[in-house]
């Protein structure tokens, strides 16, 4: 089974205690957040060998933060610490039908001034993939490092797996958030998108366009999540799979997707996927409704990375919607 690294945000999610609204919420938890850390945590959850390449503030919750990725299995090697910028922090509340409100402090994250030449040790191989999202490019510098990451995965034959992730009140504008998401997502071989996300950016409202217009650049599957409906698969030679939404005890969505992207990364390189075959044979169909068993099974437990399962648990997720 090849390597996943995942580059990106690596934060403090300061859960509110109960449901309602950010602004009544007195008392909150602390958990280890960011979109690719807990893509990561999942697939390592799910045995396969994962790094995280990220950068934290010199403080007690960047200590925090490394030492939870860790116990989840995940190599921190890659994970710097600086003294010039902080830990990232975000303040999360859970409505009573799950879906999640978020408010952000990184204006001085470290993750936004990761340093290329900090990871040059950094190499990829047939059979390993490379993850990352949106918000951790929001400066030329972090851009500049995910780049250099991307074309060594490319080089080295590694799947490049990207998740837009669109988090609006981190960018200056709506617009400018739209044109990197894009410029990056044709980076990748694998992209997964909110039914929601996937019309913001192609301006496509029927899903089914949306996805094929994104089949765009290196792009060659597109998997787009549906909440509780489900997901669909898209290839790039046309074909497509569905898979509906599983009947769980759903009390926190938070982490859902970056589960489903875990578990999807998990599976095809379980599956032996590289950028030559992944359109191929593959049982596309399998793969598809274990992703989605993943973020099910995320959904009935409070946080992202204390709810996520491993196989075993995964596996006990029976009936679809």
Excluded at 4 to 23: P, R, S, T, V
Excluded at 77 to 106: C, I, M
Excluded at 117 to 127: L, N, Q, S, T, V
Aim: hydrophobic share 40%; glycine share 12%; aromatic share 10%.
């Amino acid at each position: 089974m090849g390597k996943l690294a995942c580059m990106g945000e690596l934060l403090i999610d300061f859960q509110a205690k109960g449901c309602g609204e950010l602004k009544a919420a007195t008392e909150f938890v602390k958990k280890a957040g960011g979109a690719p850390a807990n893509v990561c945590v999942q697939a390592a959850k799910l045995g396969c060998p994962a790094e995280y390449v990220s950068q934290v503030g010199d403080d007690a919750f960047g200590e925090f933060l490394k030492q939870a990725i860790a116990a989840a299995g995940v190599n921190v090697e890659h994970v710097k610490t600086t003294a010039d910028y902080d830990t990232s922090l975000a303040f999360v509340s859970v409505g009573q039908n799950g879906e999640r409100r978020f408010a952000f402090y990184r204006r001085t994250a470290a993750d936004l001034y990761l340093d290329a030449r900090d990871f040059y040790d950094i190499m990829f191989g047939d059979g390993d993939a490379f993850e990352f999202g949106s918000v951790a490019l929001k400066t030329e510098q972090a851009r500049a490092a995910h780049d250099s990451l991307i074309e060594r995965a490319r080089r080295g034959g590694a799947l490049v797996f990207f998740d837009p992730n669109l988090r609006f009140n981190l960018w200056d504008s709506a617009d400018e958030l739209k044109r990197i998401a894009l410029e990056y997502a044709a980076k990748a071989d694998v992209v997964k998108v909110g039914d929601d996300e996937a019309v913001f950016l192609t301006g496509e409202h029927n899903i089914d366009g949306a996805a094929k217009k994104l089949l765009c650049g290196t792009v060659k599957a597109v998997a787009v999540t549906r909440g509780a409906n489900g997901a669909k698969l898209y290839l790039a030679d046309g074909r497509t799979f569905d898979c509906g939404g599983y009947n769980v005890n759903n009390v926190d969505t938070t982490g859902a997707g970056d589960s489903f992207f875990g578990g999807l990364i998990a599976e095809l390189l379980r599956l032996g996927a590289t950028p030559y075959n992944i359109v191929g044979n593959l049982d596309y169909s399998q793969i598809l409704e274990f992703a989605c068993k993943c973020g099910a099974y995320t959904t009935t437990g409070f946080g992202a990375i204390p709810s996520m399962g491993d196989r075993q648990a995964v596996s006990l997720v029976g009936e679809k919607c």
